[in-house]
């Protein structure tokens, strides 16, 4: 009988009893996409999505479905890319954008002085310093300085620090709150040449990298988690975690630039402002990793937490109007913050409501449901901020305080 050799049945066949071939043919059956119905209950999220979908695949045929045709490849891809944009955007903005000379220009110091007409800056120099009142250990530093000036070797003794300290003092008051044009037309182009550099104080840049670090976490743990939570019930209970704590960290790092630069003056404010976000940001990363705020029914509760945290921001934002009314930089980058949260709190409500699958379900099963969206909803609200973050920068280093 066909049955006794195996070869018709397929129990026979799958349990690979000749060479390899019933093996790759149970593997191509294990691995197939399967339908809502069929998924274990950890993996049922979406009842209006119906096909191709991933369940309980091994580690090495998970990572490799990202090339692959299922319901979650533009999840993963959408955000991705997005990571990769702001990859590039953070590089950008670290060669790029600064405009402000940090204190490794003082290594040029001497080779601006080899150039320069010594004896009339030696003589504007030293009168000014004996304007200055008696500090310690003063004359010591000026017939070092004396010394510097006519020999062009910048003694270890005389520190850098001092160097700044000694040739900002020595400069007109009205210097230190001018710009460059105006210390360019208003001494000669030797010393412009030599102090110029010195005046400018770094615009600080940590607040805008942190939101920038924030997104990037948000998106690659996004795209993480869509890509290997069907490996495991363990697997995607560690991996939905890590993607709501990459949200709760993109929405309070999106308040660092605005609250930081706004307030940069005031340091009080900026301080409780900063201290607020950043508290509630930690609370909601540990509300995100409770189990029960994983369950599809709690959904919507979770879209609420997100969108209220966002909205906490208004407060910030309100007041740099009500103090900043009469600029135009704060007008615009408000602008740009409506327009963040408009795309925020626009994918919040799809991600909850979940249209358009809702209205036809199976329709959207490979692309256009709800989720995607979200997504792409989710990188241009980021990057409507960056663009905001670069106005801020621009303002302060005009402004300043």
Same mark, same amino acid.
């Given at each position: 009988?066909?049955?006794?050799?195996?070869?018709?049945?397929?129990?026979?066949?799958?349990?690979?009893?000749?060479?390899?071939?019933?093996?790759?043919?149970?593997?191509?059956?294990?691995?197939?996409?399967?339908?809502?119905?069929?998924?274990?209950?950890?993996?049922?999220?979406?009842?209006?999505?119906?096909?191709?979908?991933?369940?309980?695949?091994?580690?090495?045929?998970?990572?490799?479905?990202?090339?692959?045709?299922?319901?979650?490849?533009l999840?993963?891809?959408?955000?991705?890319?997005g990571?990769?944009?702001?990859?590039?955007?953070?590089?950008?903005?670290?060669?790029?954008?600064?405009?402000?000379?940090?204190? +490794?220009? =003082?290594?040029?110091?001497?080779?601006? &002085?080899?150039?320069?007409? $010594?004896?009339?800056?030696?003589?504007? #120099?030293? @009168?000014?310093?004996?304007?200055?009142?008696?500090?310690?250990?003063?004359?010591?530093?000026?017939?070092?300085?004396?010394?510097?000036?006519?020999?062009?070797?910048?003694?270890?003794?005389?520190?850098?620090?001092?160097?700044?300290?000694?040739?900002?003092?020595?400069?007109?008051?009205?210097?230190?709150?001018?710009?460059?044009?105006?210390?360019?037309?208003?001494?000669?182009?030797?010393?412009?040449n030599?102090?110029?550099?010195?005046?400018?104080?770094?615009?600080?840049?940590?607040?805008?990298?942190?939101?920038?670090?924030g997104?990037?976490?948000?998106?690659?743990?996004?795209?993480?988690? +869509?890509? =290997?939570?069907?490996?495991?019930?363990? &697997?995607s209970?560690i991996? $939905?975690?890590?993607?709501?704590?990459? #949200?709760? @960290?993109?929405?309070?790092?999106?308040?660092?630039?605005?609250?930081?630069?706004?307030?940069?003056?005031?340091p009080?404010?900026?301080?409780?402002?900063?201290?607020?976000?950043?508290?509630?940001?930690?609370?909601?990363?540990?509300?995100?990793?409770?189990?029960?705020?994983?369950?599809?029914?709690?959904?919507?509760?979770?879209?609420?937490?997100?969108?209220?945290?966002?909205?906490?921001?208004?407060?910030?934002?309100?007041?740099?109007?009500?103090?900043?009314?009469?600029?135009?930089?704060?007008?615009?980058?408000?602008?740009?913050?409506?327009?963040?949260?408009?795309?925020?709190?626009?994918?919040?409500?799809?991600?909850?409501?979940?249209?358009?699958?809702?209205?036809?379900?199976?329709?959207?099963?490979?692309?256009?449901?709800?989720?995607?969206?979200?997504h792409?909803?989710?990188?241009?609200?980021?990057?409507?901020?960056?663009?905001?973050?670069?106005?801020?920068?621009?303002?302060?280093?005009?402004?300043?305080?």
């Amino acid at each position: 009988m066909a049955s006794e050799g195996g070869e018709s049945s397929p129990i026979g066949a799958f349990s690979g009893g000749k060479g390899g071939k019933g093996r790759r043919m149970w593997k191509k059956v294990k691995y197939q996409l399967v339908e809502y119905h069929a998924l274990p209950s950890y993996l049922k999220d979406n009842e209006y999505i119906l096909r191709y979908y991933r369940a309980e695949w091994p580690v090495k045929q998970t990572l490799l479905s990202i090339f692959s045709l299922h319901n979650e490849t533009l999840n993963v891809w959408t955000h991705l890319i997005g990571f990769f944009l702001f990859l590039s955007l953070t590089i950008y903005t670290a060669t790029k954008v600064p405009r402000v000379v940090d204190m +490794h220009s =003082l290594q040029h110091l001497p080779d601006v &002085l080899k150039k320069a007409d $010594l004896q009339k800056i030696q003589s504007e #120099i030293v @009168a000014c310093l004996r304007s200055l009142p008696q500090l310690p250990n003063f004359q010591r530093l000026k017939a070092e300085l004396r010394s510097s000036l006519t020999s062009m070797d910048m003694r270890p003794s005389l520190s850098r620090w001092k160097q700044v300290q000694l040739f900002s003092t020595c400069l007109p008051h009205r210097f230190g709150q001018a710009d460059n044009a105006s210390i360019m037309s208003a001494t000669s182009d030797d010393v412009s040449n030599m102090i110029a550099p010195l005046l400018v104080q770094p615009i600080p840049l940590w607040p805008f990298f942190a939101f920038l670090g924030g997104a990037m976490f948000c998106l690659l743990a996004s795209s993480a988690c +869509h890509l =290997l939570s069907c490996h495991s019930r363990r &697997l995607s209970y560690i991996m $939905l975690r890590l993607d709501y704590a990459g #949200i709760a @960290a993109l929405i309070s790092t999106s308040f660092y630039p605005p609250v930081y630069y706004s307030f940069m003056c005031d340091p009080f404010i900026c301080n409780v402002y900063l201290g607020f976000i950043t508290i509630l940001g930690v609370a909601m990363i540990a509300v995100s990793l409770l189990p029960v705020f994983q369950s599809p029914e709690f959904r919507p509760i979770r879209a609420g937490l997100y969108f209220g945290m966002g909205i906490s921001g208004v407060v910030p934002v309100l007041h740099k109007l009500v103090v900043f009314w009469n600029q135009p930089e704060a007008l615009h980058t408000t602008g740009y913050e409506v327009l963040m949260g408009v795309l925020y709190g626009l994918g919040a409500l799809v991600y909850a409501t979940r249209i358009p699958e809702r209205w036809m379900p199976g329709k959207f099963d490979i692309a256009g449901h709800s989720h995607q969206l979200f997504h792409v909803l989710v990188v241009a609200g980021a990057y409507t901020h960056y663009q905001a973050g670069l106005l801020y920068l621009k303002w302060r280093d005009h402004e300043r305080c």
